[in-house]
């Protein structure tokens, strides 16, 4: 269970798009989702060293490969 103190809650603003997100101080990656990026129109590259992200959901073979 989070406590509200390891929650930070911000709003910002990308292109003409106001996002809300909730940032959990003790991670250590910074992502977002693939449909955030389309939505607010962000351009990626490829990342240089893709990896897994097997600790979200152990079923998922997830994968980062772009940034």
């Known amino acids: 269970m ?5 929650l930070f809650y911000v709003n910002f603003q990308v292109k003409q ?3 809300q997100a909730i940032i959990e101080l003790g991670s250590q ?5 693939e449909a955030l990026v389309r939505k ?4 990626t590259t490829p990342h240089p060293k893709p990896y897994p ?14 940034q």
Request: no cysteine.
């Open 53 to 66: 992200l097997g600790w979200i959901q152990k079923d998922i073979d997830l994968q980062i490969a772009k």
């Open 29 to 33: 990656r910074n992502l977002i989702s």
């Open 17 to 19: 798009s106001v996002v």
């Open 2 to 6: 989070y406590n509200h103190e390891e």
């Open 40 to 43: 607010v129109g962000l351009d």
